[in-house]
């Protein structure tokens, strides 16, 4: 007896097999007993940068936002959340921490899985640390790691430890206090900072090297900070394609290069415009940002598809643990881009029903109705997740896993 996973052997790295045993509270199995079988989660991450919902979370947003949270909820399992060093401490020592706190609480207490974004980076910073001493610089970065990490332990402990080291110590676009100290102490070293203070605040922490920089210099710089024992968790890469859609060999050939590191691979960043293309010839996407970027008919067909496409060759490979779509919505968009799901008026995109078709349909078992045998057993194959499992009697939750295929007991509390 097994639920029926879909039919798409790409992804049977995805699925697992598990034996249960239903027992009531005594021990004893429940034979023939009706059970019903629904899924509650993905184990992989289907993530998003929900920074548009962040008002309504904490009580403060518009009447439409209550839509814009549903449609939020209906699609994605975790949150990136916003702490941006200039933004969450702007006057130093006045960290905004209990307004983001209420954020995250909104979030998980909706079972959305979270994660901050980022410690470590180079922009975004407050004006107030940019012409302290370097010794100060230092002290209070380490001072912000501790603080964010250990507050937020439990709530949050997946983070982006340090963002976009590769071009940190030549970047001239604007002063700032990590870039010198970024140059006073080497990447690697400052990297290293950044891990061990987010370790030693919480040891629980799973913590990511993220980049834009997917060239061989931050291949360079993944092997260094390996060699030099920094305990990088997973590897972040940011996909944002303004200029075009990169296409899935050229993703995948990107993918094969980093998998060889053996570290779970999070595409943290991914975008794909409805409406007219960045000129190839931009070199920094900051530097396009017309006054008007409109989201078009014949822009979001195009959108739906190529997004089909990237997440079903990213969710085939075993590597990729992770995949974070950026934006949400066009209203609260990165430059101004029709990169979101949702358009300025709130109704959806074609692609946000396509990856809704993916994640909660192609890629979702139903509620599946079995009867166990006569000791109680039934077998439950699906999509690696959280399931529960009811019954006339009551009901169990059990969460299956590719790597956890054991036989299971399951017990199921009378009414």
């Not at 509650?40 to 009580?59: K, M, R, S, T, W």
């Not at 518009?62 to 975790?78: I, M, R, V």
């Not at 401490?89 to 954020?103: F, H, S």
């Not at 920089?213 to 996909?239: F, H, K, M, R, W």
């Amino acid at each position: 007896m097994q639920t029926v996973a879909a039919a798409d052997t790409a992804l049977s790295h995805r699925l697992a097999d598990l034996p249960i045993r239903l027992i009531d509270r005594q021990g004893q199995p429940l034979a023939g007993a009706e059970v019903t079988i629904e899924q509650l989660d993905h184990d992989f991450v289907f993530g998003n940068a929900p920074f548009c919902l962040i008002d309504f979370a904490v009580g403060e947003g518009a009447p439409a936002d209550a839509a814009l949270a549903e449609q939020w909820l209906g699609l994605f399992n975790t949150a990136t959340l916003p702490f941006y060093w200039g933004q969450f401490e702007p006057d130093r020592g006045k960290p905004r921490t209990a307004r983001l706190k209420r954020a995250a609480d909104w979030f998980a207490d909706r079972r959305i899985r979270l994660k901050g974004h980022p410690l470590t980076w180079h922009t975004e910073q407050p004006a107030w640390l940019t012409n302290l001493p370097l010794r100060e610089i230092e002290r209070e970065l380490r001072h912000r790691i501790r603080r964010e990490v250990s507050g937020f332990a439990g709530l949050i402990d997946t983070w982006d430890a340090l963002n976009e080291s590769v071009i940190a110590p030549v970047f001239a676009a604007e002063p700032n206090g990590v870039t010198r100290l970024t140059l006073a102490k080497g990447r690697i070293e400052l990297i290293r900072l950044s891990f061990a203070e987010a370790k030693a605040a919480n040891p629980r922490a799973f913590l990511l090297l993220n980049d834009f920089d997917l060239s061989s210099a931050y291949e360079c710089l993944i092997e260094g900070c390996l060699e030099a024992g920094v305990p990088i968790d997973a590897i972040g890469l940011q996909t944002h394609m303004h200029q075009g859609y990169w296409g899935e060999e050229t993703m995948l050939a990107m993918v094969e290069r980093f998998a060889r590191y053996g570290l779970p691979l999070h595409l943290t960043e991914n975008s794909l415009v409805s409406g007219h293309l960045m000129p190839p010839e931009i070199v920094d996407l900051n530097d396009y940002r017309p006054a008007d970027w409109p989201s078009t008919a014949e822009g979001e067909e195009r959108q739906a598809d190529q997004l089909t496409r990237h997440y079903r060759s990213l969710v085939g490979h075993p590597a990729v643990a992770a995949i974070t779509y950026w934006d949400f919505a066009d209203a609260s968009s990165w430059l101004g881009a029709p990169t979101g799901l949702i358009r300025r008026d709130g109704t959806p995109k074609p692609a946000y029903d396509a990856l809704k078709g993916l994640v909660k349909g192609d890629w979702w078992i139903p509620p599946t109705g079995l009867t166990t045998d006569c000791e109680g057993r039934f077998r439950l194959t699906g999509f690696a997740g959280d399931y529960r499992v009811s019954t006339a009697q009551g009901f169990g939750a059990v969460t299956v896993t590719r790597l956890e295929d054991q036989p299971r007991d399951v017990v199921v509390a009378p009414i």
